[in-house]
T-cell receptor, first 113, second 111 residues
Framework: NAGVTQTPKFQVLKTGQSMTLQCAQD?????MSWYRQDPGMGLRLIHY???????DQGEVPNGYNVSRSTTEDFPLRLLSAAPSQTSVYFC????????????FGPGTRLTVT | DAKTTQPPSMDCAEGRAANLPCNHS???????VYWYRQIHSQGPQYIIH???NNETNEMASLIITEDRKSSTLILPHATLRDTAVYYC????????????FGTGTLLAVQP
């Protein structure tokens, strides 16, 4: 199993540009989520999904969109990048409906200039 | 989900046990205690979780007080590779698996 994969590893955007961060998992996990981590801070939940076709907002959803058309993929879209979205983005997945460990991807380091 | 309080940093000598405390005084009866760690900006890694009994796995032990208001993660023989930020998280097991991270404890294992 590849686990949770994220692409790209690094990205630089200009203010106002849009882009999609990719996340995929091959463990047949129902639950997937996106976090951002700013320097010196803990992770903050952006959006999550409990299954294909079902998404919901986390703590800091503004400026981001998600969709879940398949179990495997959970892309995060930045609609109009702002310098405040400079951060490291982590995707995670787990089984749902219970007490399960979450598996995290290696992260995408995004800089918005 | 209950709030947790952890010391911002701790040191430990290599080969000694590292005891990381966590306070969760407002925990409710159906909330679990989870521990994750993050090594130098990598994605967080699950360590262990428990409800009220003490738990042990190949990585660590989790000791939860009888009143469940605090817990301690024990790394029995810390190595330099255990240097990381350790997060204590309390949540209810349920349909979602949302984790709310605080700022954690930076454990520095010294040679």
């Amino acid at each position: 199993n590849a686990g949770v994969t994220q692409t790209p590893k690094f990205q630089v955007l200009k203010t106002g540009q849009s882009m999609t961060l990719q996340c995929a998992q091959d463990m047949n996990h129902e639950y997937m989520s996106w976090y951002r981590q700013d320097p010196g801070m803990g992770l903050r939940l952006i959006h999550y999904s409990v299954g294909a076709g079902i998404t919901d907002q986390g703590e800091v959803p503004n400026g981001y969109n998600v969709s879940r058309s398949t179990t495997e993929d959970f892309p995060l879209r930045l609609l109009s990048a702002a310098p405040s979205q400079t951060s490291v983005y982590f995707c995670a997945s787990s089984y749902s409906n219970g007490v399960y460990e979450q598996y995290f991807g290696p992260g995408t380091r995004l800089t918005v200039t | 989900d209950a709030k947790t309080t952890q010391p911002p940093s701790m040191d430990c000598a290599e080969g000694r046990a590292a005891n990381l405390p966590c306070n969760h005084s407002t925990i409710s009866g159906n909330e679990y205690v989870y521990w994750y760690r993050q090594i130098h900006s990598q994605g967080p890694q699950y360590i262990i979780h428990g409800l009220k009994n003490n738990e042990t796995n190949e990585m660590a032990s989790l000791i939860i007080t009888e009143d469940r208001k605090s817990s301690t993660l024990i790394l029995p023989h810390a190595t330099l590779r255990d240097t990381a930020v350790y997060y204590c998280i309390v949540r209810v097991g349920g349909a979602t698996n949302k984790l709310i991270f605080g700022t954690g404890t930076l454990l520095a294992v010294q040679p």
